[in-house]
């Protein structure tokens, strides 16, 4: 069958379809189907938009095919529907695209920040003297027991608690200012 080759279910079709006769329906689904789909091609973004346009059509076409008003309406309403699911999908996929976007400039955000704050504390670790520096790395970086770090370093495991404290201590201070240049 050519393209224009093909009709819309007849004027009876359609009337005893809206009464509720299943064979009707069938029939009606099946005749209205390649329009739907050729509308569908015609108007989606994508194929697989177009398919699921038509299909959601099809569907409304049969949950409420005893709404339609005029047997003489149901290209119009066949039509009208495809095109405001085509419009839902386009809305949909820009939300998403949104939304994807929004969470892509987050995250870069949230990694450019984070990697200032590793460089801010890094910094603040190296600037430390040796003897604070070293036992601060070997117990909270490396996560060292207390008395392997104080046998390293040879100090009594209180005096490696000490300096542990003082080191922890200066960072924290250092860290309590905010990072210049960049908004808290």
Not at 19 to 35: N, T, V
Not at 81 to 104: K, T
Request: with cysteine; hydrophobic share 50%.
């Amino acid at each position: 069958m050519g393209r224009g080759a093909a009709s819309w279910p007849a004027a009876q079709v359609v009337a005893a379809a809206q009464g509720g006769d299943e064979a009707s329906i069938a029939a009606l689904l099946s005749g209205a189907h390649p329009h739907v789909r050729r509308f569908a091609h015609s108007l989606c973004a994508s194929s697989q938009d177009a398919e699921d346009a038509a299909q959601e059509a099809m569907i409304i076409l049969y949950r409420k095919i005893g709404t339609l008003r005029a047997t003489a309406a149901l290209a119009s309403w066949m039509f009208r529907i495809v095109r405001n699911e085509c419009l839902r999908r386009v809305a949909e996929l820009a939300r998403r695209d949104e939304a994807a976007a929004e969470a892509w400039v987050s995250s870069a955000e949230e990694d450019v920040l984070a990697r200032l704050e590793l460089e801010r504390v890094a910094a603040v670790i190296a600037a430390l003297p040796v003897d604070q520096r070293r036992v601060l790395i070997m117990r909270d970086v490396q996560g060292l027991p207390g008395s392997v770090v104080a046998a390293s370093v040879g100090l009594s495991t209180a005096a490696m608690k000490s300096r542990l404290h003082r080191a922890r201590a200066a960072v924290r201070t250092e860290l309590g200012e905010p990072i210049e240049g960049v908004p808290e």
